[in-house]
């Protein structure tokens, strides 16, 4: 078993089995959902009774909820919102029972594929990583939902980015209690420094 995040006793890791052994095409799919297809999260929701105490089997008069979706990363924000304004309002299915369905988009923004670095940053990238960390950089594919490396690279067209972090499995991003790592953050910005120093 990965001994990345921390699992209560019993819990099965996706891209695992039920024996803890790897699953390829469970991780494969993993890394998809991550990396290159859009999600859906639902981040607040207005109208359901949040005390228990109130709860009950009663139709409710209106329902809101505030959707936070993430784009594929050549997807165009404007695109999507005339395809879910198309489903949800002007071609409404029975299996809505003719409820009234309004949209309003609160922020938008483009997908963003980053481009292959080239050999000279590459080459900077990997020795500078091996000059503080002693081993090669990890790549992710996966920033989150950060839509203004899209327009950097929009308005400085031609121009190479390096994006990285500090976050780890047990950094509990987002989260009440969010930390990091200092001795880690201390050697990034020397990698960084070095960085810039070899360009």
Known sequence: MSDGL???PGVKHQAYNMK?????????ELHLNNWWRPQLTVIGMQGLPTDLA??????VKQIKLRLSMRLAPTQKGADVEAQLR?????????DT????????????????CAPELDEKLKKIVFESSQDVFKR????IGCGGSIPFM??????????AFVVTGVGFSDSNAHSANENLRLDFC???TSAVALMLSKF
Do not use: Y
Not at 99 to 111: W, Y
């Open 6 to 8: 921390p699992l209560l």
């Open 86 to 94: 198309k489903v949800l309002i002007e071609d409404q299915k029975e």
């Open 150 to 159: 899209e327009v950097m690279q929009r308005e400085f067209e031609g121009a």
């Open 186 to 188: 201390s050697k990034l």
């Open 136 to 139: 090669d950089p990890i790549f």
């Open 20 to 28: 803890g052994e790897p699953d390829a095409k469970e991780n494969l």
């Open 97 to 112: 029972f003719g409820a009234k369905i309004e949209m309003e988009v609160v922020d938008i923004g483009d997908g963003f």
């Open 54 to 59: 109130m709860a009950g089997n009663a139709i």
